[in-house]
């Protein structure tokens, strides 16, 4: 397959993702959008790193893999703390930043 | 052969995507973006990228999906149901939005005359993608982006445990005036066996001693 439809795959989950983080109010399921569009990303630079047959693109993926799991877990504990204090999972409510 | 492969991943890959924006409960949000994972490792491994392949199943497909279902069955119970559908137009707008930017990435990347992009890529070369090429380059070439990010994951371990800890007071302090957490208390002395760690195991009070 050309490497242009891989691209043209990585087009389409990044804007899926990015609309699901405009449309979706649950701040887990806007994390879930937010590692689409990572991965799409990842797909891209995957993509690229065939083209020229050289393997940087894989070691950026592995980093932006590294950084999606630390966004996960800082995300998911903000998660836990809103859920502790009984504020509502809900990105429209918090419109304050102090607790 | 990999044609078939190839539409069979992309077709699993975007039908995974659309799942996690459509599906209400969050849960089922979580087994779509499972499914979209693996096609896309199907796909990393049609690209010759072996071991990212292989860590996108076992580091994303596993460890990262089981802190999802986690956190989902932890915060995300039936009777209080989380993230209503939203308003009609703003759903259009968002779609709106998604079809612009399918356009621009469209028009910005397979528009950009790279001639490559129309062929199947560089000739392969035996060992491309396999862990040792992996290693040799996050050991060599990547070293200093390979020590960062080690340090990234333990910063964001040790933020994690601090703002998802149990907090004594600040549970049971809604209904009255929260207490406030000021700079000067990280500098004022403690006495021995309390401090944060106490706290975080919910055993000592705060300004109990």
């Known amino acids: 397959m050309n490497i242009g439809w891989y691209l043209a795959v990585s087009a389409l989950i990044f804007a899926i993702g990015a609309g699901g983080v405009l449309v979706r109010r649950n701040p887990l399921v806007i994390l879930l959008c937010l590692e689409l569009m990572l991965n799409a990303a990842n797909l891209a630079l995957i993509g690229f790193s065939r083209m020229w047959g050289n393997g940087d693109g894989q070691v950026f993926a592995l980093i932006v893999m590294v950084v999606a799991a630390c966004e996960v877990t800082v995300g998911l504990g903000l998660i836990v703390a809103m859920h502790r204090r009984r504020l509502p999972i809900d990105v429209d409510e918090m419109r304050e930043l102090q607790g | ?209």
């Open chain 2, 1 to 209: 052969m990999s044609t078939v492969i190839f539409f069979i991943a992309a077709i699993g890959a975007i039908t995974g995507a659309i799942g996690v924006i459509v599906l209400q409960n969050p849960f089922y949000c979580v087994l779509a973006l499972v499914g979209h994972l693996i096609s896309l490792a199907a796909l990393f491994l049609l690209l010759r990228a072996e071991f990212v392949a292989a860590a996108q199943v076992v580091v994303y497909a596993g460890a990262v999906m089981v802190l999802y279902v986690f956190v989902v069955s932890y915060v995300g119970n039936d009777a209080n149901p989380v993230g209503q559908s939203p308003s009609r137009p703003a759903t259009l707008a968002a779609f709106a939005c998604g079809i612009a930017l399918v356009a621009e990435l469209f028009i910005a990347v397979l528009g950009s005359g790279l001639q490559a992009i129309d062929s199947a890529g560089a000739p392969y070369v035996a060992g491309f993608g396999t862990p040792e090429a992996i290693g040799k380059l996050l050991l060599t070439r990547f070293l200093a982006p390979f020590e960062i990010a080690s340090y990234l994951l333990l910063v964001a371990a040790v933020g994690a445990v601090t703002l998802a800890r149990r907090r004594h007071g600040l549970d049971e302090g809604i209904e009255g005036d929260p207490p406030t957490i000021s700079v000067m208390d990280l500098l004022r002395p403690r006495p021995l066996g309390t401090g944060t760690m106490a706290e975080a195991g919910g055993r000592v009070e705060v300004g109990d001693q």
